[in-house]
C-alpha cells in the first residue's frame, strides 16, 4: 500500500517524466557539436578550441558574447516546441488521450534541450555520459534544480549556485557526485522535485483544457506553450550568466610581443582589457600569460 502511494507521488511522476524525456531521441545534446555551431561565428579559432577542452570561461569568451549565442538557442528551442505543441492540438478533443502525454513529454524534452544548451555555454560540464539511455543521480538531480530555476523556484537558485561554485572551485570536467546526491543539496532536490511533480500536472491539466476545441486548440496551445517556455528558458539563462562559473577565468593579453628567453611574452597596452588573443610562439615554450598576474 505505501509502495503504491510513494509511486504515485509529485516527486516519483516528475523523476518518471524526466527520465523519460531524457530518452526521446534529439533530446541529449552533444556538448562539443554544440559549442562548435553555437560558438563559430562569435569567437576565433583558439577561443573555440579551448572552450571545447576546458570551458568557454577558460577561453576567456566574454559573457556578453555567450547571451548573444544563448540567445539565439534559446529562440530556436521556444519556435521549435511551440509549433510542436501546436501541431498536437489539431486533433481535439477525440485524440486528447494519445496527444497530450506525448505533448507533455515533448515540452520537457524541449526543457532538457535548451538546459544543456545553456549549462553547457556558462561552462557546466558534460551532463549525459556518453553511451545508453541511462541517466544517473547527479544528472538528474542537477537537471531538477535547473527545471526548478525556470519555475522560479528560490531554492533552486541557491543550490544551482553551490553546485557551481563546487565545479569552479575544483576546475572539475565532471558533475559534483556527492554534493548532488548527499550533501545538503540533495534534500533541497527532493522539494524542488515534489513541487515540480505538482507544477507540470497543473499545466498539463491547462493544455488539455487548450486543446479540446480542434483548430482554435492548437493555436491556443501552441500560444501557451510559447508564453510558459520563453520565459522559462530566459530565466535559466540570466540565473547561469550570472554565476562566478560563467566569467572569463583568463584571457590571452593583447599588445606588443618582446623577447626573453625564447618565449613570447605579450606586453599589455595602456588602457587594454581585451578577450582573447593568441600567443605567438618565439621558441619551444608558449607562454599563456593570465590577466592581471606576472609572468
Known amino acids: 500500500m505505501n509502495q503504491g502511494k510513494v509511486s504515485e507521488s509529485p516527486e516519483s511522476r516528475f523523476s518518471v517524466l524526466l527520465v523519460g524525456a531524457a530518452r526521446l531521441p534529439g533530446v541529449r545534446i552533444d556538448?562539443?557539436?554544440y559549442l562548435k555551431k553555437a560558438l563559430a561565428r562569435h569567437c576565433s579559432a583558439d577561443q573555440l578550441r579551448i572552450a571545447i577542452e576546458?570551458?568557454?570561461?577558460?577561453?576567456?569568451?566574454?559573457?556578453d558574447l555567450l547571451d548573444r549565442a544563448a540567445n539565439d538557442s534559446i529562440r530556436y528551442e521556444t519556435a521549435k516546441v511551440s509549433a510542436l505543441s501546436a501541431a498536437a492540438g489539431v486533433p481535439g478533443a477525440i485524440a486528447l488521450p494519445a496527444t497530450l502525454p506525448a505533448d507533455l513529454a515533448q515540452y520537457v524534452g524541449h526543457m532538457l534541450r535548451i538546459s544543456q544548451k545553456l549549462a553547457y555555454l556558462y561552462s557546466w560540464p558534460e551532463l549525459f555520459s556518453e553511451g545508453g539511455d541511462d541517466v544517473d543521480d547527479a544528472t538528474m538531480n542537477v537537471l531538477t534544480l535547473f527545471f526548478g530555476v525556470m519555475f522560479g523556484v528560490s531554492s533552486a537558485n541557491g543550490a544551482v549556485g553551490k553546485v557551481a561554485a563546487q565545479i569552479s572551485e575544483q576546475v572539475a570536467k565532471k558533475l559534483p557526485q556527492k554534493a548532488l546526491t548527499q550533501g545538503v543539496v540533495y534534500p533541497?532536490?527532493?522539494k524542488i522535485a515534489g513541487y515540480l511533480g505538482v507544477e507540470m500536472t497543473k499545466q498539463s491539466f491547462a493544455?488539455?483544457?487548450?486543446?479540446?476545441?480542434?483548430?482554435?486548440?492548437?493555436?491556443v496551445s501552441g500560444g501557451l506553450t510559447f508564453a510558459t517556455y520563453l520565459p522559462m528558458a530566459k530565466r535559466l539563462k540570466k540565473h547561469l550568466a550570472g554565476l562566478e562559473l560563467a566569467r572569463p577565468t583568463h584571457g590571452f593579453v593583447v599588445g606588443e610581443v618582446v623577447e626573453d628567453e625564447g618565449v613570447s611574452v605579450p606586453r599589455q597596452e595602456e588602457g587594454q582589457d581585451q578577450g582573447v588573443a593568441p600567443v605567438k610562439r618565439a621558441g619551444p615554450v608558449a607562454a599563456l600569460i593570465r590577466r592581471g598576474r606576472n609572468p
Open 188 to 190: 533541497i532536490v527532493k
Open 54 to 63: 576546458e570551458t568557454p570561461a577558460a577561453a576567456g569568451i566574454p559573457v
Open 31 to 33: 556538448r562539443e557539436t
Open 207 to 219: 493544455k488539455s483544457v487548450s486543446k479540446a476545441i480542434p483548430i482554435v486548440g492548437a493555436a
